[in-house]
């Protein structure tokens, strides 16, 4: 019985000393993402000028296409807040015209109206946009 403490202890001896084969620490560098794509600002698109013509006698001798009628509206929602802002509704006729690919509008009429659903009084535009030809 003596002699398995004796054994166990030189096998234990044995296998400290014997040499190690160890595999060499490689180091993976991380896998290089690809780059995420930039998402690029969405540039302002400045709508293209639009001429206003107050009277039609401007537009004899120029070439047009008319592109259909636009308004443009400014609301006073209730008694106590601004009035109704004629060069707002002016400037939004004007940017619907624009969207239309417009580059002219002949005003037919502002006025102020009241009795507008949502409204205490409302400033109205309405006009032709055109299309005016350089030539």
Do not use: W
């Not at 234990?12 to 993976?28: D, V």
């Amino acid at each position: 019985m003596r002699a398995l403490p004796l054994c166990l202890l030189a096998l234990l001896l044995a296998g400290c000393s014997a040499p190690h084969k160890t595999q060499p620490i490689i180091t993976e560098s991380p896998t290089p993402e690809p780059p995420k794509p930039v998402k690029a600002k969405p540039v302002a698109v400045r709508a293209a000028p639009v001429k206003l013509y107050k009277n039609a006698e401007a537009l004899v001798g120029k070439p047009f296409r008319d592109l259909g009628e636009v308004s443009g509206e400014s609301c006073q929602a209730t008694a106590d807040d601004n009035a109704p802002n004629m060069a707002s509704a002016r400037k939004r006729m004007l940017a619907h015209a624009s969207s239309m690919k417009a580059n002219a509008v002949l005003l037919h009429q502002c006025q102020i109206v009241s009795g507008v659903a949502g409204c205490y009084q409302q400033a109205q535009c309405q006009g032709s946009a055109l299309n005016v030809s350089s030539k």
